[in-house]
Each structure stands twice: as C-alpha cells, then as structure tokens.
C-alpha cells in the first residue's frame, strides 16, 4: 500500500482544513514513495495549497509515511494492521468487532487502500465507526474500478452514500471518483446521494477503464450511531413511497457530476 499521487494531493488539500487535536491512525502501514513521473506536480500542488516545502520534506528513510502524515499536521500518527510484519504498533483483524479499548480513539482514520482486502466488509466498516471519535473523520481511498485482482472487492459510491450518510447518520464531506493518472482523458468525478433523486448514479463514460480510486471523506457526529440495516438508495425511495417513485423505472439513471481534473 502506498500513498501516490493522486492521493498526496487530497491529503494536503485536507490538510488545508482539518486538523485533528486526538489520535490518528492508518490502516497498514502506507509508504510515501516519489513517483518519478509527476515530480513536477508534488510542487505545484504545495504551493498551489499555499505550503512552502518540496516533495523531498515529507519523506523518510525507511520510505513509510510518518513523516508526510506529521508534516501534513496529522499527528503522530499510528499505525494498525493484521500482524506486525511491517512494524505497526495496534494488531487488529478488520473482520473482528475492534476491542472496547479502541472504540471512539480516532480523530483521523485514514484507509489508503485496506478495506478491500478484508473479506468481512460490513464488520470492517462498523469497527471503523465504531473506532472513530464524534468530530472524527475518515478517509478512504479503495478501488472503483481497474483494480481486477488487486484485492477482493472494488466499491460504488453507493456504499458511501447508504451505509454511512442514511444508515450511520454521518456527514458525507466528500465523495468522488480519482484516476491514479493525473491529467489523463478523465478526472476527477464528484458522486452526490442517489436517494435524491430516487435513482441510481450512471457511471458509463464517466470512469475510465484505468485504475480509479473511490475516494471519500465522511465525519461522525454526536448523533451518529450504527444501523440495524441499511438499503440502497433507489429501493428505499420506492418502498418509502416518494412522489416520483412511481415515474421512474428501476433502471432509471442519473448523472454524476464530473469536476475539475488534477
């Protein structure tokens, strides 16, 4: 797992308005390497952000990613995983409910790619929230689509809009689709809640067949809490009996709303 990047320049762009005061953490532990081909854009997007540093400050010896975390004005952030093999410091198997002691540490989680390696996705992401502080939020970074045998899942932003804004009542900040080649044929695209509309998101010539992140940011709040279930969001604006349900058809499609590309 590592931090590319694509996925750098949302992390300073986060860091441009979120400082968490507590505990941080990321799952694995993620390594910071320079990718050679974009050196002339970890400067642009520095400076772009109003930050006076190269891309060299942020790295460290062991090519881990500390260091650019710190810097970034993340904390000392630590680092959980299912065995210690690369030195993290919280063992924790993402299947299982987490232990009591871990439950509302986390100021920031960030998931660089994990998530999709856990065969128990719905266990995983109840012990994210359950992990996660009121005022805390996560950031997720996972496969969209072009990641065929990466791991075991790649996502829709279906998910993020279902499970964490209409089931966990949690505030959805961002949620968007990111091409891991900047400045290709597509960019960035910015997915809003299906359940507005009562129809599903439509994704065909919006994401491009290379490798896509699906990359969102959501905050747990006070009135936050885990559900007993959850349903997507096309279904439950029919059965919930909304006033256009009956004039759309089931395999009715909205657009998503490409942004500006990086």
């Known amino acids: 797992m590592g931090i590319d990047y694509v996925l750098f ?9 979120f400082r968490p005061e507590g505990r941080t953490v990321m799952l694995g532990r993620q390594n910071f390497p320079i990718q050679t081909k974009h050196r002339h854009l970890y400067e642009k997007t ?4 109003g930050i006076d ?26 680092t959980m995983d299912f065995s210690d093999y690369e030195g ?16 509302n540490q986390f100021d920031l989680i960030f998931d660089g790619g994990t998530v999709e390696h856990v065969f128990n996705v719905p266990n995983a992401l109840e012990g994210l929230f359950r992990m996660l502080k ?43 689709a990111i091409p891991v080649e900047p400045g290709g044929a597509f960019g960035h695209v910015e997915f809003g809640d299906p359940a507005e509309t009562g129809v599903r998101l439509r994704l065909k010539n919006q994401i491009g067949p290379g490798r896509t992140y699906l990359y969102y940011e959501i905050e747990k709040t006070a ?16 059965w919930n009996g909304a ?8 395999d009715s499609e909205t657009q998503a709303t490409p ?3 990086s």
């Open 9 to 17: 320049d949302r992390l300073v762009e986060l860091s441009t308005r």
């Open 46 to 49: 520095l400076a772009d952000h």
């Open 134 to 176: 009121p005022g805390g939020r996560l950031i997720s970074a996972n496969g969209l689509n072009g990641w065929y045998g990466h791991g075991m899942y790649q996502f829709n932003p279906e998910l993020v809009w279902t499970f964490w804004k209409r089931a966990c009542n949690c505030n959805v900040l961002d949620c968007r």
């Open 223 to 238: 009135q936050s809490h885990l559900p007993d279930f959850a349903l997507q969001s096309d279904y439950e604006t029919r």
């Open 243 to 250: 006033a256009n349900a009956g004039k759309t058809r089931l």
């Open 88 to 103: 993290a410091g919280i063992l924790h198997d993402l299947n299982q409910k987490p232990e009591k002691n871990l439950e």
């Open 259 to 261: 942004i500006a590309r």
């Open 53 to 78: 540093a190269r891309r060299f400050d942020f790295t460290q010896e062991d090519g881990f990613a500390e260091t650019l975390m710190e810097k970034l004005g993340f904390g000392a952030m630590e």
